[in-house]
């Protein structure tokens, strides 16, 4: 039996049984990061894809799903889940089972109406934001081209005004390139304007940037509080 999903072990979190899980069979992405954990993006794209395997697939999500039974299952994909064209599928299988679901989209194709419904579905929706200029959104995050980091912001300000769900919305801090003053008071105006339930600050986890692009813990802290006070 052949499947295209992957599972983390299951956790508990906030006293809640998560089970994350990716439901892409190898990296899709709208971005090809320069620091993606994943590697380089040879499908980029933003349009729905489809894979083989999907019943085998949701077979074994059911089998896991009865043998961890999780609180809440997490869709955090090799890049971009919302392209799976059986996503929605997917959520509605887990949302059967009576589980709450999150998912983490990077945010920039929230606006677009068939990813909306779906992503309405959720519990939990995820959007992050990362470089704080246009220079340095295409420059580290390589995007499809056209696209720009006002329309992403938008994306993403439009998509929570009318989302019931939590909004969660994840801030990597990256030195040089966004930890100054300036971009600090920048990431809080996309805060402001995003309105978020939940704010998230991390740094870049690939381990091949971390030299260049970690920002040292001191400097984190006083971001975290700096942001976290808003
Ligand atoms: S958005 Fe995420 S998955 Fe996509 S290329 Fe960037 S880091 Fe990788």
Redesign the pocket.
């Known amino acids: 039996m052949k499947s295209n999903f992957s599972y983390k072990d299951i956790y508990v979190e906030d006293g809640k049984k998560v089970l994350e899980m990716n439901i892409l069979p190898e990296?899709y992405?709208?971005?090809?990061?320069v620091?993606?954990?994943?590697g380089r993006?040879k499908n980029k794209i933003d349009e729905p894809v489809s894979f083989e395997d999907y019943s085998s697939s949701i077979s074994e999500l059911d089998s896991i799903i009865e043998k961890t039974q999780p609180d809440l299952v997490f869709i955090n994909s090799?890049?971009?889940a919302l392209v799976n064209d059986k996503v929605s599928q997917i959520i509605d299988f887990i949302k059967s089972k009576g589980l709450k679901v999150r998912l983490l989209s990077?945010g920039y194709i929230l606006s677009k109406d068939e990813y909306i419904n779906i992503a309405n579905k959720c519990d939990e929706v995820i959007g992050?934001i990362?470089a704080i200029t246009e220079e340095d959104f295409k420059k580290l995050?390589r995007p499809i081209e056209g696209y720009t980091l006002e329309n992403y912001i938008e994306n993403m300000v439009s998509f929570n005004k009318q989302y019931n769900g939590k909004f969660i919305f994840e801030i990597t801090i990256i030195k040089k390139y966004n930890d100054d003053e300036e971009s600090i008071q920048k990431i809080k105006d996309v805060i402001k304007r995003i309105n978020p339930d939940k704010i998230e600050i991390v740094r870049i986890d690939d381990e091949r940037m971390k030299k260049t692009l970690w920002v040292d813990d001191e400097k984190f802290e006083e971001i975290k509080r700096e942001l976290m006070n808003i």
């Open positions: 990296k992405c709208n971005f090809d990061c620091f993606c954990p994943i993006s090799k890049g971009e990077n992050e990362k995050q």
